[in-house]
């Protein structure tokens, strides 16, 4: 069956102006999000990709603006049924808080401490998007919330309605957010590092609620993470995000199994692995660029080993990658003149290490 | 109200009640270690002066006298006044200048306090413009400029040149009369409270709840209304508590200069007369009224803000 395209980003250029000029946050994403299907984008602190969340959200900072490009979502009106397109860089702010926010695209955040508000019923905040959007009666919102709850796996629902965030346990408050970011039955869910503030047994089981409801709810997920763990468990689909750009871009066992871009290999590469002979875990050098000053050529090229001479002079477009339909990488190295690079040798062992267990799982 | 608040009041009262205790105590000890006596020595002989004190029981040992004050107290009885108002019962003389400077003090914090509250969200959510200046400016001149300066102010400005409203305190008209004092010894309160509450909407409005709340869909004055303001104003009541007893008790130099008839008037006169149960009463009032105010300050800031009414030790 052909999956519905429900979300486009095309070209998306996003600065912040700050005391220390204007900071070229994204320069240039696209990407697709189809029907069910669950994308990562990953990348270290300041690449961008918390920033072309918010921006799908619609909740940038006041400083930062959209300079070019295009989200557009695609949904079925839920009365008629219609096919309704839009793009919402050019919707106004009322219209995205009104019709998009909240309705067709929720968001998990990263910290369930500090993401609940402290001085009201978690049963308040869970019926408080569905009276406001739907214009549900209390009794409605109640009945919905305590499912939610349920659906979200927290027992005694009841009970907890009147409990305040303060008096659940982490995990049980990230569950709490899964249930209000699924209140209003939306079709997209950004999960902002969803774990990362969690204990590592909690981890498993919210990934694996948030994988169980996406099935169940056909609804198509975006992680942001740095984990490529996380990503491993969950994604279908890989965005390597870099300095404000996507810098490959496939499904996880193109990312994982063939990895292209020497970022790429950086990153897989400072996984942590517990069978490895090396005494240090494996940084990559140097640091990101400052997005406040013009990148010339490509923004990795100072940390890269690799970089030929033209990546300090021209920005590498994307390259498809031959034999495949879906990996794609921003790299001179994919070029047909270029000198054939290979990922390290570490690397290469780890690679084949994480197939043959790949293969003893399935 | 459920049990555990209930037990958390309980637990509260019973403190304060301690606490009047040593108050009491440490007042009546300090007033008696004051040098001189609140009978005349210029015009009386020495021997007059010892029968008046045996009158009056002070030539009875401290420890006694303290007693027999304590039991006074407990039946209300605060005792007569030796010197200013001889032989009057000092609840007579506090009595009527409670709801006067009470009255003023109250309208001010409230005053002070809405006001501030208005100034420091106004210049929160208009950060950086011309609004927050403006707040930033009128909370700077009101923390540094003293409130008997602007009671001078405008006495002078509204009692003297417009002639709105009396100059001094007209006991017939003390509603229009006491709008003045308020006015001016408020400003403090509202710099203050603007400032604190500023700071406060601002380090809110950066929370990851607020953030989600956004993220939920709601426009803008629901947030603020319903996620925002809520969280601003818990840590804005503990502030407000003292600068309401401030207020309340604070306002003797605006009493003076605008001549009412309050109870900081008559605690400066009776410490300059030595007459000690008229200051032992006011002072007690005040301490009283402190401790009241920090009791209801607890508790609705338990009612606020649910983390404070289920103390995870309890």
Known sequence: MERERILKIRDLRISFKTDAGTVQAIRGVDFDLYQGETIAIVGESGSGKSVTTKAIMGILASNGQIDSGSIEYVWHDENTGERQERDIVKMSKDDIQKIIRGRKIAMVFQDPMTSLNPTMTIGKQIMEPMMYHYGKTKEEAYARAIELLQEVGITDAQKRMKNYPHQLSGGMRQRVVIAIALSCDPYVLICDEPTTALDVTIQAKILELIKELQVKKNISVIYITHDLGVVAKVADYVNVMYAGKIVEKGTIDDIFYDPRHPYTWGLLSSMPDLDTDDDELYTIPGSPPNLAHEVTGDAFAPRNQFALNIDLRVDPPMFDVPGSDSHQVASWLMHEKAPKVDMPESLKKRILKMKKEGLKNE | ?314
């Open chain 2, 1 to 314: 109200m459920d049990k555990s608040t209930l037990k958390y009041i309980g637990k509260r009262l019973l403190i304060s009640v301690v606490t009047l205790l040593v108050i009491i105590l440490v007042l009546f000890a300090m007033l008696k270690m004051m040098p001189g006596s609140p009978f005349n020595p210029e015009k009386l002989s020495p021997d007059m002066i010892a029968q008046l004190q045996a009158k009056y029981g002070l030539d009875k040992p401290v420890l006694e006298q303290f007693v027999t004050y304590l039991k006074g107290m407990l039946t209300g009885d605060f005792g007569i006044s030796l010197s200013i108002a001889k032989n009057i019962p000092v609840m007579d003389l506090v009595g009527p200048r409670i709801g006067i400077s009470f009255g003023i003090g109250i309208a001010a914090a409230l005053f002070g306090a809405l006001i501030g509250v208005v100034l420091g969200v106004t210049a929160a959510l208009k950060r950086n413009t011309i609004w927050d200046s403006l707040s930033t400016i009128i909370a700077v001149i009101g923390v540094s400029i003293p409130s008997f300066v602007f009671a001078l102010l405008l006495l002078l400005v509204f009692g003297l040149k417009i002639k709105i409203f009396p100059i001094l305190f007209n006991i017939n008209d003390p509603i229009r009369s006491s709008i003045l004092p308020t006015i001016a010894l408020s400003v403090g309160a509202i710099a203050n409270v603007a400032r604190f509450t500023r700071s406060e909407m601002i380090e809110v409005m950066k929370s990851d709840y607020i953030l989600l709340a956004e993220a939920k869909g709601l426009d803008r004055g629901t947030l603020i209304r319903k996620h925002a303001l809520r969280n601003t104003l818990v840590p804005v009541i503990t502030v407000l508590a003292p600068i309401i007893i401030n207020l309340m008790t604070g306002s003797m130099v605006i009493e003076q200069i605008c001549s009412i008839p309050g109870l900081g008037s008559l605690l400066v006169r009776g410490i300059q007369a030595n007459d000690y149960y008229v200051v032992m009463a006011v002072a007690f009032l005040y301490s009283l009224l402190y401790v009241v105010m920090m009791l209801v300050v607890d508790v609705l800031y338990g009612i606020i803000d649910p983390r404070i009414r289920v103390g995870k030790g309890d």
